[in-house]
DNA sequence: CCGCATCCGTAACGATACTG
DNA sequence: CAGTATCGTTACGGATGCGG
């Protein structure tokens, strides 16, 4: 027993919640490439999520989701849709009409990820007043 | 009926998943500061996710973070710790022995916090291989 | 309509050295 | 032991303009 405090989760059941970059570390990967950050990377960033947000409501054209996300980039969009491709959470499809237009939704493995996404956010709606309060009164205490 | 395919979620149940920025932009707030980002800013960045699911995992002290977390630095694993503190997630503890000890515990925000986060580490342990694979084959045919 | 290319500022991150 | 301070680099993101 060479860690200290192995502890016991108060979680929901199986095993802990933190195997996940143990097994990693032990099977001597790559610490930045282990499933966690390879994933939560990306729901991290400024737009992915929001991107998302918008594809779980249904398919949309590129300019819907420019339209829908109001502060975003074509840029940014772009980057965001193409690395969701990549990873096969959303599938673009290109209708030759003229002027082109491109559809994007939601791939099976996508859909699969909208549930626990979702769970997020709902904790995330559900506690920004109790955080955001917590932080004026962590400043306030910090301001002398 | 402004809004194209407004759709419907293949959610469990209840309102719409993107309802959280759709409220937060018509009751004129920044979108800055909706919900997803206030919250998902900090998931997505580096170690924050590592730190929380450690730290699921029982108390620990400072030190005891950092070796279990093995790439980390004292820097990044400070302002992460600091963060958590400040949104009210994990609270710490200083115990005036000598050399001091302090010891970082999740508060029950941050316990409620894990159940939602485990559902998401789950789907990316889950799902990890799947888009390796898919990322190998998009960037295979984007080679030529 | 749907992007991509370029430039550039900022902020995140990492390494190192130092303190109570 | 538990941090803080400083510096350099890199990656992210915004703005703009062009092309198919």
Request: proline letters at 6%.
């Amino acid at each position: 027993m060479t860690r200290e405090a192995p502890g016991n989760l108060g979680l929901v059941g199986g095993e802990g919640i933190e195997t996940c970059f143990e097994r990693w570390r032990e099977a001597g990967h790559d610490m930045n490439r282990c499933p966690v950050r390879d994933v939560l990377d990306h729901i991290g960033d400024k737009w992915t999520t929001l991107v998302l947000t918008v594809l779980a409501g249904g398919p949309h054209r590129f300019n819907a989701l420019d339209r829908m996300i109001p502060d975003i980039s074509k840029r940014m969009l772009t980057q965001s849709l193409r690395n969701l491709e990549r990873d096969g959470i959303v599938e673009r499809t290109v209708y030759p009409t003229k002027p082109p237009s491109v559809e994007y939704k939601l791939t099976p493995l996508g859909v699969s990820l909208t549930g626990p996404l979702h769970e997020l956010i709902r904790w995330a709606e559900d506690h920004h007043e109790e955080i955001r309060s917590g932080r004026s009164r962590y400043d306030a205490e910090n301001a002398a």
